[in-house]
T-cell receptor
């Protein structure tokens, strides 16, 4: 158990809908990262937040957005969902200084039908 | 653009044999990660390599890094069935953010009796 929690574990929804994925980082970690894992694209970095501010952006679609709240939990919002958005979405967190480790949560499996 | 290539992508081994997974990356990096993923599960951190010539070992797995050749290897010694999983290498980008991990496609390892 990495200490990173994600909810929900599974999500099934229809095309065109909007969903929110939630992540709580390890206690004390200020950085949160979102990754998408799909059969087509593999593991892709989406976005990083550090202490509430966006720090880095990867291959994140305009239909997707994220934020990190004052209590450091983060949410990834996916809208106008398409079949191709079906994937495993991971959140990871890392300590603010010193360590380069990223600790991954259990993931949310999103199925768009 | 940083690219990470792993080979082989599929590896079927017999128990007791040795083998090496290779990870090449295209531009300078200061961090190299190895992760393990069991089917439907999260990513488990195995090693983080931070300097040229770094070597780390845990049980039957040993990872090394050659930053000049932009190559990391994951060596498996006397494989056992429990090592069956998918192994990913990931490379971190230089400077600033601790984010932006770029992953290889993964090596699916199957160890047979």
């Amino acid at each position: 158990d990495s200490g990173v929690t994600q909810t929900p574990k599974h999500l099934i929804t229809a095309t065109g809908q909007r969903v929110t994925l939630r992540c709580s980082p390890r206690s004390g970690d200020l950085s949160v990262y979102w990754y998408q894992q799909s059969l087509d694209q593999g593991l892709q970095f989406l976005i990083q937040y550090y202490n509430g501010e966006e720090r880095a952006k990867g291959n994140i679609l305009e239909r997707f957005s994220a934020q990190q709240f004052p209590d450091l939990h983060s949410e990834l919002n996916l809208s106008s969902l398409e079949l191709g958005d079906s994937a495993l979405y991971f959140c990871a967190s890392s300590p603010s200084t010193g360590s380069y480790e990223q600790y991954f949560g259990p993931g949310t499996r999103l199925t768009v039908t | 653009e940083l690219k990470v290539e792993q080979n082989p992508l599929f590896l079927s081994m017999q128990e007791g044999k040795n083998y090496t997974i290779y990870c090449n990356y295209s531009t300078t990096s200061d961090r190299l990660y190895w992760y393990r993923q069991d089917p439907g599960k999260s990513l488990e951190s195995l090693f983080v390599l931070l300097s040229n010539g770094a070597v780390k070992q845990e049980g039957r797995l040993m990872a090394s890094l050659d930053t000049k050749a932009r190559l990391s290897t994951l060596h498996i010694t006397a494989a056992v069935h429990d090592l069956s999983a998918t192994y990913f290498c990931a490379v971190g980008t230089i400077g600033g953010s601790q984010g932006n991990l770029i992953f290889g496609k993964g090596t699916k390892l199957s160890v047979k009796p």
